[in-house]
């Protein structure tokens, strides 16, 4: 009998840390998703009205950056008929970033780098605020 006890609480712990899990990487995906959409919208967004980023910046320093990123892109993409692609890793940029982003968001053109992002966004209902940008 405390045999089974015993592998009763072991198979009720697996269950619950599998769960946890589960439902991490499930909440995860779903930001980054999210994440990934919004990021694809900066750039019609920048085009019809560049004062947007005005609401999206975490410090204004990054401002000018960020505008050249999204330029660029733009202009970029225009010389291809494929547009951009933008790939959203979790966690911060080594070379650009300071810990504080929770996402990165990189525009490929052609499969090239063309600019990132770095991007604080922890739900899938909450804004981006841009932490920093570069350009390739």
């Keep these: 009998m405390n045999n089974i006890r015993r592998y009763v609480g072991l ?15 499930e909440r995860e995906s779903s930001v980054s998703s999210h994440v990934q959409h919004e990021v694809v919208k900066l750039i019609p967004l920048f085009r019809v009205d560049p004062s947007f980023i005005n609401d999206i910046i975490l410090d204004p320093i990054i401002k000018p950056t960020l505008a050249n990123s999204l330029s660029a ?5 225009k010389e291809f008929e494929g547009g951009f692609n933008v ?19 990189v525009f490929q053109i ?27």
């Excluded at 892109?73 to 993409?77: E, H, P, Q």
């Excluded at 790939?87 to 070379?95: A, P, Q, W």
């Design 11 to 25: 198979v009720l712990i697996l269950a619950v840390a599998g769960s946890v899990s589960w439902w991490s990487a």
């Design 110 to 136: 052609n499969e090239k780098d063309v600019a990132g992002l770095r991007i604080i966004c922890n739900s899938d209902t909450e804004p981006l605020l841009i932490a920093g940008a570069w350009t390739q």
């Design 73 to 77: 892109v733009y202009l970029k993409s």
């Design 87 to 105: 790939i959203v890793t979790s966690g911060d940029n080594d070379k650009y970033g300071d810990g504080t982003a929770t996402h990165v968001a």
